[in-house]
């Protein structure tokens, strides 16, 4: 599975972002999908992730009540709407897919390349 993550910028304090990832192949419409970001000098933080057919959805404390996972099987995107944008925000944000369906501990087989959200100010 082959995965593109955009939709990032630049928004202020308490703005808002919708994130995508684009997944190829009939593979991603059964994977379970993950968010992820990482700021230099930082590990890889877990954000969210959607379970492959969208019923199950799970959020990082850092995040839980300001963002919200979506699955758009038909089109094979997968979409993090983030709401409440805080500095601490600022990261690049990627997302990753199991697969074989994984939702307790996911192994994640496919990153995408990233896309960087940047909250001023």
């Known amino acids: 599975v082959q995965l593109q993550a955009s939709g990032g910028g630049v928004v202020q304090l308490g703005g808002s972002l919708r994130l995508s990832c684009a997944g190829s192949g009939r593979t991603f419409m059964s994977s379970t999908v993950g968010w992820f970001r990482q700021t230099p000098g930082k590990e890889r933080e877990f954000v969210a992730r959607i379970s492959w057919n969208g019923a199950l959805k799970y959020y990082a404390d850092s995040v839980k009540g300001r963002s919200i996972i979506s699955k758009n099987n038909s089109n094979y995107t997968v979409f993090l709407q983030m709401d409440s944008l805080r500095p601490e925000d600022t990261a690049i944000y990627c997302c990753?897919?199991?697969?074989?369906?994984?939702?307790?501990?996911?192994?994640?087989?496919?990153w995408g390349q990233g896309t960087q959200v940047t909250v001023s100010s």
């Open positions: 990753a897919a199991d697969p074989s369906r994984g939702w307790t501990y996911p192994n994640y087989k496919s």
